[in-house]
């Protein structure tokens, strides 16, 4: 896709082809200079959510089990070099409790999510999903970092159904730059392990990253294409005051937005979350983003009490909301926008493109 002169009609119908994005395009589509076609791309988006996967928006429980962690990442206010939280555990009883507290709701997806913990054994682990799948025949998704091909085959075993592993950027430096402890071809080699296990995959990118750019920007969407995961998570970059990164500038939410726009248009059949990190950063960014191609929302359905020590990004938003309160909030959301929630295991239907 080049043009001399950037027409902006001309530039979102090429888009929606999913032709080749240049440096100089991308550079113009995370710019001011786009502002006013972005309603345009977003609509587009819109169009192709509803063409590709409807008007249902899946809707699936975070239980956060444990905000231990051995990793070192500069952003994130859970990694192990912050000592000003207060860390916690769940116990398999009480992950089952809260796992069967949302099925009660109606939940029939759970996210299990937490910091790289290896306080659990992979049998401590599998004995959670098994007792998810056999008792309660919710789908499962993990959350819980790097482990062994081995280990990812265990929990495969055991019943998990899906595995959200986020890329953060495909740029190996930026990446290595803010993971202190962590290789970016490791990352990338245990995302393409998890495919070859048969696990419905899920990746992300984080946006508004010191030293992110347009270009660097497409050529995550370039590798997420390629990739072609089930999920992709998109969340800006917010700075925690108690991280390296604290003092730096947060991620614009339009970039996140635009990028979430785009993915609708590269992945048509995607399941693309409007996260609660965007929701944290503008009012209605949850609703915003469901009108721009999203059609997941996760809401948090842990223990009231731990949520404050799960903090990743500050100030994130329904922390003091039970997962009752929680559940009635997201229906509303989603059916003011004429959307229909849906707490179903939502596995996805892939087409073929």
Known sequence: MQTATIDNNGLIAALVNRERISDDLARHLFSPAFDAARPELYAAADRVRQENVGDHVFIRGIIEFSN???????????????????????????????????????????????????????EDICRIIESIKT???????????????????????????????????????????????????????????????????????????????????????????????????????????QTPLGNQPAGLFENCLTFLALLRLYLPDAFLPATTAMGTVDPLGRQKALKAGANVIMPNV?????????????????????????????????????RTPDFGHGHIRRSIY
């Not at 206010?77 to 769940?90: A, Q, T």
């Not at 070859?196 to 995550?220: A, F, H």
Request: charged share 25%; aromatic share 8%.
């Open 135 to 241: 008792r309660l025949d919710m789908a499962v998704t993990l959350s819980i970092g790097e482990w062994s091909r081995e280990e990812y085959a265990s929990f495969r075993a055991a019943g998990a159904d899906r595995y959200l592993l986020r890329i953060e950027t495909s740029n190996q430096a930026l990446y290595e730059r803010f993971h202190r402890d962590s290789k970016w071809h490791e990352r990338h080699q245990a995302l393409m392990d998890l495919k070859e296990l048969g696990y419905q995959v899920g990746s992300g990118i984080l946006i508004g990253l010191p030293g992110q750019d347009g270009p660097g920007l497409i050529r995550d969407l370039e590798y997420l294409e390629r990739l072609r995961p089930e999920m992709v998570g998109i969340g800006p970059f917010i700075p925690h005051p």
């Open 302 to 338: 842990s223990p009231v009490m731990n949520r404050p020590s799960y903090q990743i990004y500050p100030n994130k938003i329904c922390q003091d909301d039970d997962a009752g309160k929680c559940q009635k909030c997201v229906q509303s959301l989603i059916s003011a926008l004429g």
């Open 68 to 122: 231990h962690c051995r990793c070192q990442c500069d952003y994130c206010g859970i990694s192990c070099h912050n000592p000003e939280i207060s860390r916690y555990r769940m116990t398999h009883d009480e992950v089952f409790e809260t796992a069967s507290r949302a099925h009660g709701l109606g939940y029939r997806s759970l996210v299990l999510q937490s910091g790289e913990d290896r306080a659990y054994r992979v």
